[in-house]
């Protein structure tokens, strides 16, 4: 495992890291939780990413007693607050971002997280009481930094243009090879500004594996088979982008990679992203996926993947 510093915030990180969206809070049970986040730490993974809203609290819950285990120095915990807890709990104001603080820290059974982050830009909630109260909660111990997920470039400068509030050192933005939006602007101001990326689905929720084929129905083990889990993938599972998908194989075998390593390592690439965050429900794709860190690709490949996939890939 390498390690990338977390924008200017004197974090570190590890290259790839382990989240929670959907594994931990719906479609994977607890002993598979807790032999993954053990493999995390046995491959070097020190990186773990949860939000409040992953099954309205269940996955905090579930890092809350496996991370109890573990010195609380060993590893650098991020959570997120916008989304609905409850009828009347949701955004950026405020009073959520004080109460979700708290409950986020009683869930993680910790007295701070390394990372907090807005899950998203919350457009009923003027900008300054948003960013005054992060920096209230950074200021309380309750957080080392601050970040954000899906911001544009104009509300991350925005945010960035206050004066006397805590600064952004994180963006969590959609970035595969299959999903490039964020360099169309984002890369850029994160860049300018100290803040690295923090990339989800660098996978493609599991399409870049290579598993679902086309003209296939996808295996009965896979994301896109259970209902629990399949909610945003059925786009990612069109012929045309499965097809891209196999022609990356002797791409990533002349490379003596993995398609899951080829992605992870394509991630890497950018020196703005410090990390790439992977969903697993076995062990030993914690183990694979953590074996991409620090494979460097050549430019050859870089130009015989963006040939492969030709126009699949949304920008």
């Known amino acids: 495992m390498r390690y990338r510093q977390l924008g200017d915030s004197g974090i570190e990180v590890s290259e790839i890291a382990l989240g929670s969206w959907l594994t931990y809070s719906g479609g994977v049970g607890k002993d598979q939780t807790v032999a993954c986040t053990n493999a995390a730490f ?13 099954g309205r609290g269940a996955s905090e819950t579930a890092w809350g007693e496996i991370l109890a285990d573990h010195p609380r120095d060993s590893y650098v915990l991020a959570t997120k607050v916008y989304f609905p807890m409850s009828d009347t709990d949701r955004g950026l104001s405020a009073a959520q971002i004080h109460k979700q603080i708290d409950a986020s820290l009683q869930r993680l059974r910790t007295d701070h997280v390394d990372l907090y982050q807005c899950h998203r830009y919350d457009a009923d909630t003027p900008l300054q009481e948003t960013m005054q109260a992060l920096t209230e909660v950074v200021e309380a111990g309750k957080a080392r930094a601050i970040g954000f997920s899906e911001w544009t470039p104009e509300q991350i400068q925005a945010a960035l243009d206050l ?16 999903y490039r939006v964020p360099e169309q602007g984002v890369l850029d101001v994160c860049r300018r500004n100290g803040i690295s990326q923090v990339v989800f689905s660098p996978l493609a929720q599991g399409v870049l594996t290579g598993k679902y084929r086309p003209g296939e129905p996808p295996p009965a083990d ?21 097809e891209a998908v196999q022609r990356l194989r ?14 992870l390592a394509w991630i890497l690439r950018e020196d703005n992203v410090a990390s790439a965050i992977i969903g697993a429900s076995r062990p030993e794709q914690v183990h694979a996926n953590a074996a991409a860190a620090g494979i460097e690709l050549t430019p050859d490949v870089l130009a015989a993947i963006d040939e492969a996939l030709g126009d699949v890939v949304v920008r």
């Open 42 to 54: 046995d491959a070097g993974i020190t990186f773990f990413d949860t939000a409040n809203v992953y």
């Open 222 to 242: 896979s994301r896109a088979a259970s209902d629990e889990m399949n909610t945003f993938i059925g786009r990612l599972v069109q012929d045309d982008t499965l």
């Open 250 to 263: 002797p791409i990533a075998d002349g490379a003596g990679l993995t398609l899951p390593q080829l992605a």
């Open 163 to 178: 004066p006397g509030v805590a600064k952004f050192v994180s963006s969590q933005p959609q970035y595969s090879m299959l």
